[in-house]
């Protein structure tokens, strides 16, 4: 079991940043932290796409006149960086939004803010 | 021609940039470029819908790499339904918008990227594109949602965001899990990898709970709703009357997709538990909507959880997968669009007309605005089922299908749900029709000299000003109603009942595309 996880620190590593994050966004009373929460979650994610093309004695998959052998799968290092710039412009927006609820209310705790409008 | 599949996303993006840049000139020719650019998508979406219809399957690859490697649009029978629904709808809701508002060259930027975002869903072949156009959707709607004024849009954007990129990200880790099993990211090369791994390999089981749970996240399937009676409520009404119609129905019709196209009725049958525990979640999702919608004040938050039940419904037929019940899932889910959007402009209008934006704001309407008071009623009564409006023939397959599948739990779900429906749209009918108009409000009093105007008056003067105060910072301030939104409200209506009359032909219709669907 324990060389399972060893050898497995990949997936491990995985599975800690989307409980992190899930914890993170649920847990936390503070906007910010959540979106940063939501952040790690979706990191999780794109480890575990990039663990997944690794290729054991793998070579970076850059062809250099015919001879290859054995390469890494370049194709989940696409996806996520369509992902990731996904990830960036979710973070901007949800950030200008958390610009407005501040100036609107003048708070980031999530607790005083259902206070606040309870009495809207 | 060949090019109609990939022009459906690149004209809406286009003209988005451009009605963002014309719209720094002058605000109304925003407007008129996105008028152009829906009109334009409306007669692609046709063109398209009728060569689909007429010569079967059309496929387009994406910068001419050939299917399982590059991207593919693939346009059957559904997903042509599906374009021509999000091209029609948008162009309702432009027009209604000329009159609502939000009028910011941003709005109609966001506006048409939507339309791109739920395009490229509805025809996409490739299961990581569908992500990529599932956050385009999603990040268009939260940016529209977020453009009501006040506080209360922003709260709603935010939650809708935060939820909806947990959403996208638990879609995006099954289809991670599928690629690992079948190293493919297009649809039709992964459901014939997906048979060749086998149906009860855990890897395809964690594949399908993930992205039906993500897909569910954005069509709003109890009890994984919480973000979506916020955000409409917070959204303007325009905004409200098109996410409503279209986000989830796109999301629900991306659960079909990839549940009948990718899986396969083959991998429901092998593993019954899985297909037995998205019908109970469906089911539950048509009870506790309902039960929710009914204990709401609020007309657009009880619009909102009546989403929750009919989605509920939507999902629990394409999960039974036989041919009739998904003829009925797909009926229900286009009638669905129709009709909420309707209800949802109806309510915004009526908001502009009086500012009754709660149940008991609604009483004696009837009196007060009968031609809005009508509409909202039958357009309510389509939702309950009452034929032959479209409400009726979507019930009466998914009913129908159930009974044939011996699914005996969901019948009795589906003519309960029928009860529930009507629950919560009995209240408002009878607030608007046998109950008197109320005496005016202390708001009214504030703002009218004579309290008793509006009732001397018969409600037909504009009454400006009224819904100020009762809007409370939440959806965009009440915008002067014309007799040209009437008329569409009244259009939008006629159609949702009509519709129910060509129902049956396009069932047939459908029934077409659908044997190498269901029986590969």
Do not use: C
Not at chain 2, 83 to 99: H, I
Not at chain 2, 373 to 388: N, R, T, Y
């Amino acid at each position: 079991m324990i060389d399972l996880l060893l050898t497995r620190y990949n997936y491990v590593a995985v599975a800690l940043l989307l409980g992190i994050g899930v914890y993170m966004m649920i847990e936390n009373a503070n906007l910010v932290k959540k979106v940063i929460g939501m952040n790690v979650f979706q990191t999780g994610i794109f480890l575990f796409f990039i663990t997944t093309a690794y290729v054991d004695g793998g070579n970076p998959p850059l062809v250099k006149g015919g001879q290859v052998g054995e390469y890494a799968s370049p194709l989940p290092h696409v996806l996520i960086l369509t992902a990731i710039v996904v990830g960036v412009s979710l973070t901007a927006v949800a950030l200008a939004l958390i610009v407005r609820i501040y100036a609107e209310y003048g708070t980031l705790n999530e607790n005083v803010l259902r206070e606040v409008r309870a009495d809207e | 021609m060949s090019d109609v599949p990939a022009l459906l996303v690149a004209v809406p993006i286009v003209a988005g940039v451009v009605a963002l840049v014309v719209g720094q000139w002058r605000d109304r020719a925003a407007w008129a470029v996105a008028l152009v650019a829906s009109a334009a998508q409306v007669v692609l979406a046709g063109s398209l819908a009728t060569t689909v219809f007429r010569d079967g399957t059309v496929s387009y690859e994406v910068g001419n790499f050939a299917a399982p490697y590059g991207i593919e649009l693939v346009v059957d029978g559904l997903s042509a339904s599906v374009a021509v629904l999000v091209a029609v709808v948008a162009l309702g809701v432009l027009v209604y918008s000329r009159v609502s508002g939000p009028h910011t060259p941003a709005f109609h930027a966001e506006y048409l990227l939507l339309v791109a975002g739920l395009s490229g869903m509805s025809i996409t072949g490739d299961v990581f594109n569908l992500y990529v156009f599932l956050e385009i959707t999603g990040l268009a709607a939260y940016a529209l949602v977020a453009s009501g004024d006040g506080g209360r849009a922003a709260v709603g954007a935010l939650k809708y965001l935060i939820v909806g990129t947990v959403g996208a990200s638990l879609y995006l880790l099954g289809v991670g899990y599928a690629f690992v099993a079948t190293g493919t990211l297009n649809m039709a090369d992964m459901s014939a990898k997906l048979a060749e791994v086998g149906y009860a390999d855990p890897l395809v089981l964690a594949a399908f709970g993930l992205i039906v749970t993500g897909l569910a996240v954005k069509s709003a399937i109890f009890p994984l709703h919480t973000w979506q009676p916020e955000a409409y409520a917070g959204a303007p009404d325009s905004v409200s009357a098109f996410i409503s119609a279209l986000v989830s129905t796109v999301s629900a019709y991306a659960i079909a997709r990839l549940v009948v196209s990718v899986f396969t009725v083959d991998f429901l049958r092998a593993n019954p538990v899985a297909q037995d525990l998205v019908v109970a979640l469906a089911g539950v999702s048509v009870v506790a909507g309902s039960a929710l919608a009914v204990t709401q004040s609020e007309i657009k938050r009880m619009l909102a959880y009546s989403s929750v039940s009919q989605f509920g419904l939507v999902v629990a037929a394409f999960a039974l997968a036989t041919e009739s019940a998904f003829v009925g899932g797909t009926i229900h889910l286009l009638g669905h669009a129709v009709m909420k959007g309707g209800l949802f402009m109806a309510a915004g209008a009526v908001a502009a007309a009086t500012g009754a934006r709660t149940v008991s704001e609604y009483r004696g309407l009837a009196s007060r605005r009968p031609v809005l008071a009508g509409s909202f009623a039958v357009l309510a009564l389509a939702m309950v089922g009452v034929p032959p409006a479209v409400g009726f023939v979507g019930k009466w397959y998914i009913a129908l299908a159930a009974v044939e599948a011996e699914a005996w739990s969901i019948a009795v779900v589906i003519l309960v749900s029928t009860l529930l429906t009507l629950a919560y749209f009995a209240r408002v009918i009878e607030r608007m029709y046998f109950a008197s108009a109320p005496a005016a409000t202390a708001a009214d009093e504030a703002t009218e000299p004579t309290p008793d105007a509006a009732v001397v008056d018969g409600g037909d003067g504009p009454l400006s000003g009224r819904g100020s105060p009762r809007s409370d910072g939440g959806a965009d301030g009440p915008f002067a109603l014309t007799p040209g939104v009437v008329a569409l409200v009244v259009v939008v209506t006629v159609t949702s009942v009509a519709l129910g009359f060509v129902a049956t032909e396009y069932a047939q219709l459908l029934e077409q595309t659908l044997p190498p669907l269901l029986s590969p």
